[in-house]
């Protein structure tokens, strides 16, 4: 039992380790582009060429069923920002096609240690913002996200609590009517969207763009963050569906009926509500050359946002199953109940080191019981090893003979009965802990809590690895002290192989996030402390019924 209960535990690493090195291999960075060259471009196609930039299907036009007023013109004369500031984000938009051009998190740095920025720096490059507009007529699109709208206000101060309505108004002679409203509320990533526009004096709906893709990660963070990607997730009939960036390879993908669609990645989103029984959203790519792809998110009928962080209680708050965003993985409900539990303790001891420990030590006293039944079980199998090998050595063709193999193991169950030993009871406790580790791993990868959180010294990051590998090599010791003193009915074979466990468990580790190590070499230092105190407390029972025989 034991040598497949290590055979299990060798393989469940070697598929996370390659899970990392194979499936989340970051594509090598592109090169910049040539600004100068893609300002001139912009979105423009040659004769004979195709369109660079996919359009979704064209909405319906709802045919006018009385005379329209003619509408007044309503432009700006000159291009202003407007910037909105909570306590929580600050961001601009531009009256110049009501598009946002920064959208900067204040509780969240980048790798400079400055507000961190979810707006692609490449919008200025292409020429194309989040909340520009797009429709079936790309003259039109020309117009109304270039056009000077002019603005409700120019500077909104919002205290948390506090509501405030941005709007934006364009209108010509030619029939066109665009207004945007955004209505903010402070301490709050989760707004309000209204969007109506006329073309030729008709309602159509546009589709909301957001891109060229989301902040702007450098290659250094990209190499060093564990299972790093983005692209698009949908939720739609109770169900996410996702597709990332590099392993797109189409123009255009469509979704019908959608509840949300949001542009992630393993810490951020922008998020859009929309209308689940008319709406529909893409994920485009546009290419501009060989190298380089830029990749949008566009959706319709729009009707609140939430930009910032992928926050377990913030996307809770905003409701709409925004939860679902966050990807726990296959022991989603043992992840969610570690992070919640993790930001308990971390509200009263500010550090998530120290909560991750608190935490490991919380959860070995819970199983304490049933790791004090398997170590006496273990324990008894080795006081019942003489006997064993001597049923062993009656049925020496046991591996080539059926018939001798079932009787063996049928006399080796009897003992164990006659013993009241349970032979899987020894396994139990690391069956147990590999979905909790499972759990740990999850959080640490996709959690923005412990993004940039130091713990002590040199781990300034609980979310990478270690840059001195020091704490893996420490979690390779302790794993050694504690096989060594854990009682094991294995034959010695079988515990050499288990003493091998220690460095290829180590070498695992060594690209694992510190927070993971930190959780592994917490239990290994408490497994020390309580297989002591057991191998204590046996040794205290064997000296009492020897006396107790003695008397006899």
């Not at 199953?321 to 303790?345: D, Q, T, Y």
């Not at 290994?524 to 006899?552: A, D, P, S």
């Amino acid at each position: 039992m034991e040598k497949r209960l290590l055979l299990a535990i060798v393989l469940s690493f070697i598929v996370l380790f390659l899970f990392q090195a194979i499936f989340l291999k970051q594509a090598p960075p592109k090169a910049p582009p040539d600004r100068t060259t893609l300002a001139e471009k912009g979105f423009e196609k040659k004769p004979g060429q195709k369109e660079s930039f996919p359009r979704p299907e064209p909405p319906q036009q709802k045919e006018a069923t009385k005379k329209e007023k003619p509408i007044q013109p309503v432009r700006a004369e000159q291009e202003k920002n407007i910037v909105i500031n909570t306590s929580l984000y600050q961001a601009v938009w531009s009256n110049k096609g009501a598009v946002l051009k920064s959208w900067k998190l204040k509780e969240h740095k980048d790798e400079n240690q400055e507000d961190l920025e979810l707006v692609s720096l490449h919008s200025i490059d292409i020429g194309r913002f989040p909340f520009s507009l797009i429709t079936e007529d790309p003259q039109f699109d020309n117009v109304i996200n270039n056009s000077l709208y002019e603005p409700s206000n120019l500077k909104i101060e919002l205290e948390d609590g506090q509501q405030a309505e941005l709007r934006f108004l364009y209108a010509d002679e030619a029939g066109t009517k665009v207004e945007k409203a955004f209505i903010f509320l402070g301490g709050k990533y989760g707004f309000d969207i209204k969007i109506n526009v006329l073309k030729n004096s008709q309602k159509i709906e546009p589709y909301l763009l957001w891109g060229p893709g989301l902040r702007n990660p450098t290659p250094a963070e990209l190499k060093q963050r564990f299972g790093s990607s983005k692209g698009v997730a949908i939720f739609s009939a109770d169900r996410v569906e996702r597709q990332e960036e590099k392993k797109f390879n189409l123009e255009r993908s469509a979704f019908n009926f959608v509840n949300w669609a949001a542009y992630e990645d393993n810490y951020f989103t922008a998020l859009f509500l929309a209308s689940p029984q008319k709406s529909s959203a893409a994920f485009i790519k546009q290419e501009m050359n060989e190298q380089l792809s830029y990749f949008f998110l566009s959706v319709n009928y729009p009707q609140r946002a939430f930009i910032g962080p992928k926050d377990v209680d913030a996307l809770s708050e905003f409701g709409y199953n925004a939860k679902k965003l966050i990807k726990f993985g296959f022991f989603g409900w043992i992840a969610e109940i570690l992070l919640r539990a993790m930001k308990f303790c971390y509200a009263f001891i500010p550090n998530w080191g120290l909560s991750i420990i608190i935490v490991t030590f919380i959860i070995k006293i819970l199983f304490f019981p049933l790791t004090y039944s398997s170590t006496r079980s273990m324990a008894r199998m080795q006081e019942l090893q003489p006997k064993i090998k001597a049923i062993r050595a009656r049925y020496k063709k046991a591996k080539q003979d059926i018939d001798q193999r079932r009787k063996m193991n049928e006399e080796t169950m009897k003992l164990y009965k006659e013993h009241g030993i349970n032979p899987v009871g020894g396994c139990l406790p690391m069956l147990i802990q590999l979905p909790i580790f499972w759990g740990f791993f999850q959080i640490l990868r996709t959690s923005v809590e412990f993004r940039h959180s130091p713990f002590i010294l040199w781990i300034n990051d609980l979310s990478v690895k270690d840059p001195y590998y020091v704490t893996p090599i420490l979690m390779g010791i302790t794993m050694f002290i504690s096989q060594k003193m854990t009682p094991t009915g294995a034959d010695p074979t079988q515990q050499k192989m288990m003493l091998i466990m220690p460095v290829v468990m180590t070498i695992f580790f060594m690209n694992f996030q510190s927070g993971l190590v930190l959780y592994w070499l917490t239990v290994n230092v408490l497994q020390i402390g309580q297989q002591y105190i057991m191998n204590r407390m046996r040794k205290k029972k064997k000296r009492e019924l020897h006396g107790k025989r003695r008397k006899k």
